[in-house]
């Protein structure tokens, strides 16, 4: 069975530091993989999603870049946090491109101060 | 994407009570999906619906994909106090490759 894992669980970053969060499938190759973020515990927005190894498409222009140097690992980066970007980031996959039932992993919640 | 709206925005039901919510699009969608999801954790898929007009059931829980296509529904029956989470609906509309997501229904149980 397919799982995803999304590392650290919890972080807290002052203003400018940079940022790294990971995100691994196993049990599947080539999935699509998805970068959400969830503010106040609502309303997840689609930050990137990534089709292919290297292959990265953005949603919304923000401070927040990602990268998928394998097939099973997605990667989203910041080289200076803002006060902003804290939330709760959710990792994502599925099997097909498109309409197709996307699975979440675990999160990771971020904390800018 | 699509906006989707969402209703009630949050419940608060005593055990054993049924609970239905409800999703609404603008636009015709061609997959619905129904997620739960815990604090703190990520969310979680219950039940996923293709076509309209279809019925799918898992364990106490009932959505159904409106025949309009433009609408989705989720009960649940004799709640307990494990249901307690904010339940999302999300879908595919025909014009677009993004998951649109609701803004949740948060659900109280109380024993």
């Known amino acids: 069975s397919q799982t995803i894992h999304q590392w650290p669980a919890t972080l807290v970053q002052p203003v400018g530091s940079p940022l790294s969060l990971e995100c691994t499938v196993e049990?599947?190759?080539?999935?699509?993989l998805y970068w959400y973020r969830q503010a106040a515990g609502r309303g997840l927005q689609l930050l990137f999603y990534?089709?292919?190894?290297?292959?990265i498409s953005s949603e919304v222009p923000q401070n927040l870049s990602a990268s998928r140097p394998q097939d099973r690992q997605f990667i989203l980066s910041s080289k200076k946090l803002l006060l902003s970007d804290s939330g709760f980031y959710l990792c994502?996959?599925?099997?097909?491109?498109?309409?197709?039932?996307?699975?979440f992993g675990p999160g990771t919640r971020l904390t800018v101060l | 994407g699509q906006q989707l709206n969402q209703s009630p925005q949050s419940m608060f039901i005593q055990e054993g009570e049924d609970v239905s919510m409800n999703c609404t699009s603008s636009?015709?969608?061609?997959?619905w999906l129904w997620y739960k999801q815990d604090p703190g954790e990520g969310p979680v898929l219950l039940i996923a619906?293709?076509?309209?007009?279809e019925l799918t059931s898992n364990g106490r829980l009932t959505a159904q994909f409106g025949i309009t296509r433009k609408d989705s529904f989720l009960n649940i029956s004799a709640s307990i106090p494990s249901d307690v989470g904010i339940y999302f609906c999300a879908g595919f509309s025909n014009s677009g490759y993004a998951l649109n997501f609701g803004k949740g229904t948060s659900l109280l149980v109380t024993p």
């Open positions: 049990g599947t190759s080539n999935p699509n």
């Open positions: 636009s015709i969608f061609n997959t």
């Open positions: 990534s089709v292919g190894i290297g292959q």
């Open positions: 994502a996959w599925s099997l097909r491109w498109g309409p197709d039932t996307q699975y």
């Open positions: 619906l293709y076509k309209a007009g």
